[in-house]
């Protein structure tokens, strides 16, 4: 399997643009999540999903931030407007769902907000 | 929070040493996984505890869990330069959500 893919890997963009992150999550996994790392504040779980239903979104931090999962194979993270301080690497993961299953991560998508 | 959190916050060691990496959470938890993540890359899964578990080993990784002070550690035995990397421990008190502590970096010296 080629696990959990994000895309675009690095993203620069001017204050006020909307940005959005894919993610394409391990076949067969059930569950999503939304990851946001950055210095100040480590790794933040934004918001998870369970059969393409968010389960859990208190940890969006505003109302700027959005997140769909319109099929099993296919998520996005919205952010409209963007603000420098949306600065972070955003992790997507996935997992069977299952009480202890491991989450497997994308390797990340880099954003910088100027 | 139900977070972990990872102690020493950073770590350096020469190669050949052991190191270890503490992990406290505050509440109680069904499981609790150990991931590493090298500098610009996602997290990698390391190993998983469950909460009726006291060690767990994986090649040159130890994982101990006690239940009553809330806190794990991950040994990891006759280190590498490779081992070099930052150190999370993650709990669920949730079913499938897992909180991330703020990480352990590790620095393995040649």
């Known amino acids: 399997d080629a696990g959990v893919i994000q895309s675009p890997r690095h993203e620069v963009t001017e204050m006020g643009q909307e940005v959005t992150l894919r993610c394409k999550p391990i076949s067969g996994h059930n569950s999503l999540f939304w990851y946001r790392q950055t210095m100040m504040r480590g790794l933040e779980l934004l918001i998870y999903f369970n059969n393409n239903v968010p389960i859990d979104d208190s940890g969006m931090p505003e109302d700027r931030f959005s997140a769909k999962m319109p099929n099993a194979s296919f998520s996005t993270l919205k952010i409209q407007p963007s603000e420098p301080r949306d600065s972070a690497v955003y992790f997507c993961?996935?997992?069977?769902?299952?009480?202890?299953?491991?989450?497997?991560f994308g390797e990340g998508s880099w954003l910088t907000v100027v | 929070s139900q977070q972990g959190e990872e102690d020493p916050q950073a770590l350096s060691i020469q190669e050949g040493e052991n190191a270890t990496m503490n992990c406290s959470y505050k509440t109680s938890i069904n499981n609790l996984q150990w991931y590493r993540q090298n500098s610009g890359r996602g997290l990698v899964h390391l190993i998983l505890?469950?909460?009726?578990?006291r060690e767990k080993h994986s090649g040159r990784l130890r994982v101990t869990l006690d239940t009553s002070k809330k806190s794990s550690s991950l040994l990891i035995t006759a280190s590498r330069a490779a081992d070099t990397a930052s150190y999370f421990c993650a709990t669920d008190a949730e079913g499938d959500k897992f909180y991330f502590g703020s990480g352990t970096k590790l620095n393995v010296k040649p």
């Open positions: 993961a996935s997992s069977l769902g299952q009480n202890g299953n491991t989450i497997y």
């Open positions: 505890i469950r909460s009726n578990e």
